[in-house]
Structures are given as structure tokens and as C-alpha cells.
T-cell receptor, first 115, second 114 residues
Framework: AQKITQTQPGMFVQEKEAVTLDCTYD???????LFWYKQPSSGEMIFLIY????DEQNATEGRYSLNFQKARKSANLVISASQLGDSAMYFC????????????WGLGTSLAVNP | DAGITQSPRYKITETGRQVTLMCHQT?????MFWYRQDLGHGLRLIYY???????DKGEVPDGYVVSRSKTENFPLTLESATRSQTSVYFC?????????????FGPGTRLTVT
């Protein structure tokens, strides 16, 4: 069954340090995409970063990078130099090719950045 | 304004009443989605639409109805609201304006059924 697992319900990090949020996925398909979204306390869902299953390089977007390990079926989000504004829920999601762009979502990880 | 909007942002209704949540996007995205978000359940897909007049059920469609007569609008109707439908509802859209066809979300509607 297709599934996304985020094993860390809550995480803490000191300001300016790096943090890794875990995401593992289960699929038998070869073509898929992985997404990370941020949901601050204000409630909106913000797209952060995308990794395609055929991408050879790990995706990066500013302070966000994706540690993609295809054989282990993991797509961990790395946030470098954490800022107070990074405190939020983070969701990992997966989309399969030909799946009408539907996403399968993890339950999220709550990140708190301490000053 | 460009983007995806939802109305109302907050709604309190009584059990048994019909309520419609509106979603409007200005990108002409072909795909639109309705989710509900509840503590412990993450985001669950209610209905989605691949184009005008094409809709399909998601994971939790019971008690909900959708329509899509125009590309830009995707209203969600609770035919007879129940307390279990108290939730935050998000509308999202996906199209060619996103490099990876990522979903863009509206601000959400917080619905309380009393």
C-alpha cells in the first residue's frame, strides 16, 4: 500500500542550528514525486520543496534541502540555520504518476525552534 | 487578487443544516481538491476534480457533495451537517503554473457544527 510515515510527532531545535525531519514512503511504483509543505500556526499550507524519483541530485531551495535516499525510501527534509519563523508543522506527501495529481500525506512533524 | 481563496473563513452551523464552502482560484488550474484537516488524521482528501464537470471521490466523501461548472470554482456542500464534520477545510489547486504541478492551498475554512 502507498503510505507516508513521519515518525517524529515533535522536534526541537536551537535557533541557527540545522534540523532533519524524517519521511519514509512506501510504494512499488518507479515514477513518483515527494513534496514537503509547511503549516505555520496561522494555518496556511506552504509548498517548500519537491523531489522527483528520477532526479539524480537532491533538491535544494534556499535553506531547505531534501536528503533523498531512494533505496531506503526516505526523503528527509533538512532545514539549515533554523530561524524562529521555522516553527511550524511540516508535512511530507507523495504523488504517483498518473494519479490525477492526488497526494498521499503523512501526519506531520511539529517543529519548535528555541531562541 | 490572484491566487486561491476560500469563503467563509469561519462558519458555525447547526446539525442538520446545509452549508456550502466556496473555493475560487485565478490561475485556471485544471485540478482542484478539497481536504479536511483534523488532529491526529492529517489531511484527508474529500473530493477532487480534474477539470470542469469532472469530479471524483477521495478518501472521505460521505456527507459531502461537490460541483465544478466553471474551472475557477469548486464549491463543497455539506448536505446535512453533523458534528463529526467539524473541521478545518482546505481547498487546493494544481496546474501548469507550478513547476512540479504542486498543489497550492487556500487559507482554509474553520467549520464548527453544533
Amino acid at each position: 500500500a502507498q503510505k507516508i510515515t513521519q515518525t517524529q510527532p515533535g522536534m526541537f531545535v536551537q535557533e541557527k542550528e540545522a534540523v532533519t525531519l524524517d519521511c519514509t514512503y512506501d510504494t512499488s511504483d518507479q515514477s513518483y514525486g515527494l513534496f514537503w509543505y509547511k503549516q505555520p500556526s496561522s494555518g496556511e499550507m506552504i509548498f517548500l520543496i519537491y523531489q522527483g524519483s528520477y532526479d539524480e541530485q537532491n533538491a535544494t531551495e534556499g535553506r531547505y534541502s531534501l536528503n533523498f535516499q531512494k533505496a531506503r525510501k526516505s526523503a528527509n527534509l533538512v532545514i539549515s540555520a533554523s530561524q524562529l519563523g521555522d516553527s511550524a508543522m511540516y508535512f511530507c506527501a507523495m504523488r504517483h504518476a498518473g494519479n490525477n495529481r492526488k497526494l498521499i500525506w503523512g501526519l506531520g512533524t511539529s517543529l519548535a525552534v528555541n531562541p | 487578487d490572484a491566487g486561491i481563496t476560500q469563503s467563509p473563513r469561519y462558519k458555525i452551523t447547526e446539525t442538520g443544516r446545509q452549508v456550502t464552502l466556496m473555493c475560487h482560484q485565478t490561475w485556471s488550474h485544471s485540478y482542484m481538491f478539497w481536504y479536511r484537516q483534523d488532529l491526529g488524521h492529517g489531511l484527508r482528501l474529500i473530493y477532487y476534480s480534474a477539470a470542469a464537470d469532472i469530479t471524483d471521490k477521495g478518501e472521505v466523501p460521505d456527507g459531502y457533495v461537490v460541483s465544478r461548472s466553471k474551472t475557477e470554482n469548486f464549491p463543497l456542500t455539506l448536505e446535512s451537517a453533523t458534528r463529526s464534520q467539524t473541521s478545518v477545510y482546505f481547498c487546493a489547486s494544481s496546474g501548469t503554473s507550478g513547476a512540479h504541478y504542486e498543489q497550492y492551498f487556500g487559507p482554509g475554512t474553520r467549520l464548527t457544527v453544533t
